[in-house]
């Protein structure tokens, strides 16, 4: 799929994830936070943009993804909308519910979905947890909520892990985490994320499941795989997990023109007579 000529195409919806796993087609997510982004992503032929609470980092600069708001999310996630919906319309796009706006109650839990999906034009929504956001998952898809799940390295609980190394090595632990994804497909759950966990853990997940898995740095037996845009562009210097491939160096190109800008302004070349009136 590449660039349409600006034509609508139809949408992917989750009833077109299960069709993708049932056919063996790959399912491309990426993050996205902004409108320019968000466009490039659609007209690129992206099956899902995530609007990721990673935003929390790679946007506003924050140390872990829990201080972000609903209403943060809601901004970035109206922004990548319009973008989606200025090309083809086709990806879906997924909300992160930020740290705090499910896990005190499923009334809350459902009240802030809710204000979610009415404030946006998303297509839903993706909760971290297993067994203890199960009754939570099951209501608000019974109100017709899509949800999707995400297991393994779940950045909301980063304080309670102490580190962002691979999870669910041990037995006891895999164990917990087959459960918990069985758990999230039987509550109504239409997808699951699987972050940083062994990929033959991932890939016995995924055959054990009838709803996809996307797996970031859990190997590439998923029916999908998800990366943070900022990460895949090299959009910085500093951050190189083994399970990021860098498809580009933005980090130097950026940096290369605005030095390039700075120099040409300094030495009074910009603008040209061709570029005044
Ligand atoms: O917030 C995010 O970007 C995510 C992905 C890493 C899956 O949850």
């Given at each position: 799929m590449g660039n349409n000529g600006g034509k609508k195409l139809p949408h992917v919806t989750t009833r077109r994830l299960l069709e993708m796993k049932a056919q063996g087609e790959k399912i491309a997510m990426l993050t996205a936070y902004d409108y320019t982004t968000a466009r490039i992503l659609d007209r690129s032929g992206i099956d899902v943009i995530l609007v990721g609470d990673s935003a929390s980092n790679v946007f506003s600069g924050h140390d872990t993804t829990l201080p972000i708001t609903i209403e943060e999310m809601i901004y970035h996630t109206k922004a990548v909308v319009r973008g989606v919906q200025a090309e083809s319309s086709r990806a879906m796009v997924v909300i992160d519910m930020p740290f705090m706006s499910y896990q005190l109650s499923s009334e809350e839990a459902l009240r802030n979905a809710g204000k979610i999906m009415k404030d946006n034009e998303c297509d839903a929504v993706k909760m971290e947890g297993g067994k203890v956001i199960v009754d939570t998952v099951k209501r608000i898809t019974d109100v017709g909520i899509p949800v999707m799940g995400h297991l393994g390295l779940t950045p909301q609980s980063i304080y309670k892990f102490g580190s962002y190394k691979v999870r669910a090595r041990e037995e006891k632990e895999a164990e917990e985490l087959l459960r918990d994804a069985a758990l999230l497909e039987k509550a109504g759950a239409f997808a699951v994320v699987l972050e940083k966990i062994p990929a033959d853990l991932a890939a016995e997940v995924t055959r054990s499941l009838s709803i996809p898995t996307i797996g970031i740095g859990a190997?590439?037996?998923?029916?999908g795989q998800v990366l943070v845009i900022n990460d895949m562009l090299g959009l910085n210097t500093e951050f190189h997990p083994r399970f990021v491939r860098r498809y580009a160096e933005l980090y130097s190109v950026v940096k290369d023109a605005v030095s390039l800008y700075v120099d040409d302004v300094k030495k009074g070349t910009f603008p040209s007579e061709d570029e005044s009136y």
């Amino acid at each position: 799929m590449g660039n349409n000529g600006g034509k609508k195409l139809p949408h992917v919806t989750t009833r077109r994830l299960l069709e993708m796993k049932a056919q063996g087609e790959k399912i491309a997510m990426l993050t996205a936070y902004d409108y320019t982004t968000a466009r490039i992503l659609d007209r690129s032929g992206i099956d899902v943009i995530l609007v990721g609470d990673s935003a929390s980092n790679v946007f506003s600069g924050h140390d872990t993804t829990l201080p972000i708001t609903i209403e943060e999310m809601i901004y970035h996630t109206k922004a990548v909308v319009r973008g989606v919906q200025a090309e083809s319309s086709r990806a879906m796009v997924v909300i992160d519910m930020p740290f705090m706006s499910y896990q005190l109650s499923s009334e809350e839990a459902l009240r802030n979905a809710g204000k979610i999906m009415k404030d946006n034009e998303c297509d839903a929504v993706k909760m971290e947890g297993g067994k203890v956001i199960v009754d939570t998952v099951k209501r608000i898809t019974d109100v017709g909520i899509p949800v999707m799940g995400h297991l393994g390295l779940t950045p909301q609980s980063i304080y309670k892990f102490g580190s962002y190394k691979v999870r669910a090595r041990e037995e006891k632990e895999a164990e917990e985490l087959l459960r918990d994804a069985a758990l999230l497909e039987k509550a109504g759950a239409f997808a699951v994320v699987l972050e940083k966990i062994p990929a033959d853990l991932a890939a016995e997940v995924t055959r054990s499941l009838s709803i996809p898995t996307i797996g970031i740095g859990a190997g590439n037996v998923c029916d999908g795989q998800v990366l943070v845009i900022n990460d895949m562009l090299g959009l910085n210097t500093e951050f190189h997990p083994r399970f990021v491939r860098r498809y580009a160096e933005l980090y130097s190109v950026v940096k290369d023109a605005v030095s390039l800008y700075v120099d040409d302004v300094k030495k009074g070349t910009f603008p040209s007579e061709d570029e005044s009136y």
